[in-house]
């Protein structure tokens, strides 16, 4: 798909030269079609790494998507300029008064900390709260996909004895769900944490689906009944040598991490990492956009409402609704 974005962007020299179809703001503004809206909250310090993370897996779609990245107003980042946040990023303050398709809330380096002790908790708040009414469906990533289930359904995060760091194999709960569609009966996710989400405490809750679990980082996808969110505990968007740049920041923050479990080969970590989740990451982020964004927003987007549901026409009894 044309992802759109500013023609200035660091990221749009790298995804032209990895052949990913953008389409730069002049050569848009020319095409007659509504595009896909969709905010991205970046959370991540790293954000223009993440900034290109996203966007390469939101190129798998034919459909031109416009993205607004969004930054919180009461935390200044130390891992980015000020003028790159200025030329390219908005405030909730700047937007809450609009409609998007689809919004994506990333991950951040906080967990340790009660959600209520990060600085912009109540902006976070504000935001998903906002999301309600506001935004056709929102994914959320690790951190994001904690405070989400917190917020949302009182779901606490949990300390796990030691970090989470590797690529886990995993399998699909509802191989009909649409989300899922074209995943294999196992498939591999990155992931890189030290807190975790207890499978009773959301099985508790009957609002939300377990989509798909692993025997050692748990319930990984979840979503909620009517899919207008959806929460991703891993990193699918990781690029292959990601968990390899965080495991040497820690060592050389005298961390003495653990090697990243199912990631080197003969986990020498001199050796190249397996990218074993590429194709997944492709397929979840084309069939969010797909099913749960395209096929359900509505053109006008002020229809978007508190009520307001995926669309299920044209969807067989043999199929998953949602």
């Not at 959370?43 to 459909?63: A, Y």
């Not at 700047?94 to 409609?99: F, R």
């Not at 050389?252 to 050796?271: A, M, R, S, T, V």
């Amino acid at each position: 798909m044309p992802i759109r974005i500013p023609d200035n962007l660091p990221a749009s020299t790298i995804l032209s030269n990895e052949n990913v179809f953008v389409i730069k703001e002049r050569m848009a503004f020319h095409q007659d079609i509504r595009p896909l809206k969709i905010a991205i909250l970046n959370l991540m310090p790293t954000k223009i790494v993440t900034e290109t993370q996203l966007l390469r897996l939101l190129s798998n779609s034919p459909l031109q998507v416009e993205v607004t990245f969004l930054h919180p107003e009461s935390y200044l980042s130390k891992h980015v300029t000020r003028s790159h946040l200025s030329e390219f990023y908005k405030v909730f303050n700047d937007v809450k008064n609009d409609k998007f398709d689809g919004l994506i809330i990333t991950g951040a380096p906080v967990e340790l900390l009660e959600f209520e002790l990060v600085e912009y908790w109540q902006e976070l708040c504000s935001i998903m709260e906002w999301s309600k009414s506001n935004v056709t469906t929102t994914l959320h990533i690790c951190w994001g996909a904690q405070a989400g289930l917190y917020y949302h359904y009182g779901i606490q995060k949990k300390l796990l004895p030691e970090k989470l760091s590797g690529v886990y194999k995993h399998h699909p709960c509802n191989k009909r769900a649409r989300l899922l569609r074209g995943f294999d009966d196992k498939f591999y996710i990155p992931h890189s944490r030290y807190t975790y989400n207890d499978i009773k405490d959301i099985e508790a809750v009957p609002d939300l689906d377990i989509m798909a679990m692993s025997e050692i980082a748990g319930a990984s996808i979840v979503a909620s009944k009517d899919r207008r969110r959806i929460f991703v505990s891993g990193h699918l968007e990781y690029d292959r040598e990601t968990l390899k740049l965080e495991y040497e920041r820690d060592v050389e923050k005298g961390l003495d991490p653990k090697i990243p479990q199912n990631y080197f080969p003969n986990d020498d970590p001199n050796e190249k990492p397996f990218h074993q989740w590429r194709s997944h990451a492709y397929l979840l982020y084309g069939n969010w956009l797909n099913y749960y964004v395209y096929q359900a927003t509505p053109y006008n987007l002020d229809e978007i409402d508190l009520s307001f549901k995926p669309d299920r026409k044209g969807v067989s009894e043999d199929e998953e609704l949602i």
